[in-house]
Each structure stands twice: as structure tokens, then as C-alpha cells.
């Protein structure tokens, strides 16, 4: 089991920038899959963007249009999510998730990811 627990939230002009950082403790293996999804208000969940531990390989939702970027340092245990030219709809509590991949394909689907962390509320408004 993996714990994960969000930091890096907070209020933001549109157009501005934020970093969202996730620390893991606990069992992470190389064929981890960790991701990060957001929930707007009367929204549903939506996958954001995931990593391969072992690879680095990443996947965005058709949305992030190139503003985000997901990374990991693994010396630190730590995801982070790199969030520019951030707009008003972007405004939701962000969610820090992982999972096992046998395939090192790490798909969006919040179904079958099985660890979350508690999120980070971002607001993003003038």
C-alpha cells in the first residue's frame, strides 16, 4: 500500500503558475503507475496526468493542451505537477493517486487506480 499525501495548492490569478507536490511513503515499486486527477465543483473526477515510475512515461488528458507537466524525483519519493497558464475552469481540489502497471502504460481511468492521497484545493480566479 502507498500513501500520498498533496501539497502545493492555493489561489492563483488566471494565467498564472502552480506546483503541486505529492510525497510517497510506503511500498513503491518501479512498475508503479502514480497519477493526478481533479474534481471542479458539481464535476466528476478526471484523470490529469499519470507517470511510469520505471520509465517516466506520461500520459495528459485532452485538456491540459500542453500547460501541465508531470515529473517525479524518485530520490525524494515525490510527484509534482507543473501547472502554467492556468484558467477559472481549472479551479478544483487535486487528487495525488497510484497503482501497479504490468504493461507500463498508465492510463486515466480513476477506476483502477487503488491508493489516493486526501488532495489540494486550487483556485484559480481574478
Known amino acids: 500500500q502507498v500513501q500520498l499525501l498533496e501539497s502545493g495548492g492555493g489561489s492563483v490569478q488566471p494565467g498564472g503558475s502552480l506546483r503541486l507536490s505529492c510525497t510517497m511513503s510506503?511500498?513503491?515499486?518501479?512498475?508503479?503507475?502514480m497519477a493526478w486527477f481533479r474534481q471542479g465543483p458539481g464535476k466528476e473526477r478526471e484523470g490529469v496526468a499519470s507517470?511510469?515510475?520505471?520509465?517516466?512515461?506520461?500520459n495528459y488528458g485532452d485538456f491540459v493542451k500542453g500547460r501541465f507537466t508531470i515529473s517525479r524525483d524518485n530520490s525524494k519519493n515525490t510527484l509534482y505537477l507543473q501547472m502554467n497558464s492556468l484558467e477559472p475552469e481549472d479551479t478544483a481540489m487535486y487528487y495525488c493517486?497510484?497503482?501497479?502497471?504490468?504493461?507500463?502504460?498508465?492510463?486515466?481511468?480513476?477506476?483502477?487506480?487503488?491508493?489516493w492521497g486526501q488532495g489540494t484545493q486550487v483556485t484559480v480566479a481574478s
Open positions: 507517470i511510469y515510475i520505471g520509465s517516466a512515461m506520461s
Open positions: 510506503g511500498d513503491i515499486y518501479s512498475n508503479h503507475c
Open positions: 493517486a497510484a497503482r501497479l502497471s504490468g504493461t507500463g502504460y498508465c492510463d486515466l481511468d480513476r477506476d483502477v487506480y487503488n491508493d
